[in-house]
């Protein structure tokens, strides 16, 4: 018999740039919902994702690109918990979290004020004057940079050479600094002596890097020896609470991830959003 798939649209609305690849506005996705189980796609065009009616398409076509693949793997997830009537969060503990923010942000935080975290994310960008000023004046925490691929290695150079052995300690990783090439990545992790973590990347990547950065919604499963960090896309609460419950189920050495938190009032079966997801328009795909 030939399979129900159906979706739903939606659209995020960042007030400020989400990462330095991005200005502010609206970014596009869609809910699917295939055999009774769910899951979110939301790719970044600006990361250099296909674009959201590609990945649809892909799985109409039976012919899923790998951002698809991973949604069809959460609906899997999902679609068999809820036919169990089974809460997937109800056992789990998911791990602790970095807190994300743009730069501009931090600078009206007080430090004080977010304490119960160990770690900050901040995507950032060729401003390193801004960054070290950041990192100087949030010192109680470790530092998590994510560049999205915005500068070159000799600007890396440059930031490596501004970096005091106080401030360099405090930095946990530099993530995406420039566009992987294992080779590359290995001389200026070497160079630099700063640990690098690599998200956009192929799925079975193995060097050049000190953590690898896995997003359920985007790769199926990565294939590394490296520690695994996950976080989510910034994208829907549905894809948010597929990442966390990958986080508090996969074998990783990192203790601090970045799944950020959601509302657990509105568990149910499966990821949950039982509610929610019943009240929403669905459309068919095939």
Same mark, same amino acid.
């Given at each position: 018999?030939?399979?129900?798939?159906?979706?739903?649209?939606?659209?995020? &609305?960042?007030? +400020?740039?989400? &990462?330095?690849?991005?200005?502010?506005?609206?970014?596009?996705?869609?809910?699917?919902?295939?055999?009774?189980?769910?899951?979110?796609?939301?790719?970044?065009?600006?990361?250099?994702?296909?674009?959201?009616?590609?990945?649809?398409?892909?799985?109409?076509?039976?012919?899923?690109?790998?951002?698809?693949?991973?949604?069809? +793997?959460?609906?899997?997830?999902?679609?068999?918990?809820?036919?169990?009537? !089974?809460?997937?969060?109800?056992?789990?503990?998911?791990?602790?979290?970095?807190?994300?923010? &743009?730069?501009?942000?931090?600078?009206?935080?007080?430090?004080?004020?977010?304490?119960?975290? $160990?770690?900050? +994310?901040?995507?950032?960008?060729?401003?390193? !004057? +801004?960054?070290?000023?950041?990192?100087?004046?949030?010192?109680?925490?470790?530092?998590?940079?994510?560049?999205? /691929?915005?500068? $070159?290695?000799?600007?890396?150079?440059?930031?490596?050479?501004?970096?005091?052995?106080?401030?360099?300690?405090?930095?946990?990783?530099?993530?995406?600094?420039?566009?992987?090439?294992?080779?590359?990545?290995?001389?200026?992790?070497?160079?630099?002596?700063?640990?690098?973590?690599?998200?956009?990347?192929?799925?079975?990547?193995?060097?050049?890097?000190?953590?690898?950065?896995?997003?359920?919604?985007?790769?199926?499963? !990565?294939? $590394?020896?490296?520690?695994?960090?996950? $976080?989510?896309?910034?994208?829907?609460?549905?894809?948010?609470?597929?990442?966390?419950?990958?986080?508090?189920?996969?074998?990783?050495?990192?203790? !601090?991830?970045?799944?950020?938190?959601?509302?657990?009032?509105? &568990?149910?079966?499966?990821?949950?959003?039982?509610?929610?997801? /019943?009240?929403?328009?669905?459309?068919?795909?095939?």
């Amino acid at each position: 018999m030939k399979q129900s798939i159906k979706f739903h649209r939606y659209s995020i &609305n960042f007030e +400020k740039a989400p &990462n330095s690849q991005t200005t502010n506005g609206e970014v596009e996705g869609a809910l699917i919902k295939i055999n009774g189980g769910y899951a979110c796609i939301q790719p970044w065009i600006t990361l250099g994702d296909n674009d959201l009616e590609y990945h649809l398409e892909s799985i109409a076509s039976n012919k899923p690109t790998d951002i698809a693949k991973a949604a069809i +793997k959460c609906c899997f997830i999902d679609g068999k918990a809820r036919s169990n009537k !089974v809460d997937l969060f109800q056992s789990l503990t998911p791990p602790k979290y970095h807190l994300t923010f &743009n730069p501009d942000d931090l600078f009206n935080i007080d430090p004080n004020s977010i304490n119960s975290f $160990t770690h900050l +994310k901040i995507k950032s960008n060729e401003n390193f !004057v +801004k960054i070290l000023e950041i990192i100087n004046k949030f010192s109680q925490f470790k530092i998590r940079l994510d560049f999205n /691929e915005s500068i $070159t290695p000799d600007q890396l150079m440059d930031f490596n050479e501004s970096l005091s052995s106080h401030t360099r300690n405090k930095i946990d990783f530099i993530e995406d600094p420039f566009p992987y090439d294992p080779d590359l990545w290995c001389h200026y992790q070497k160079q630099t002596g700063l640990n690098f973590a690599l998200d956009r990347g192929p799925y079975n990547a193995n060097k050049g890097f000190k953590v690898r950065i896995w997003k359920p919604v985007i790769l199926s499963s !990565v294939e $590394t020896i490296q520690p695994i960090c996950i $976080t989510h896309n910034m994208d829907h609460e549905f894809g948010r609470r597929y990442a966390a419950y990958c986080a508090s189920v996969t074998n990783y050495s990192i203790k !601090v991830h970045g799944i950020g938190d959601f509302n657990h009032n509105r &568990n149910g079966y499966g990821l949950g959003m039982d509610d929610y997801l /019943e009240s929403l328009s669905w459309k068919d795909l095939i």
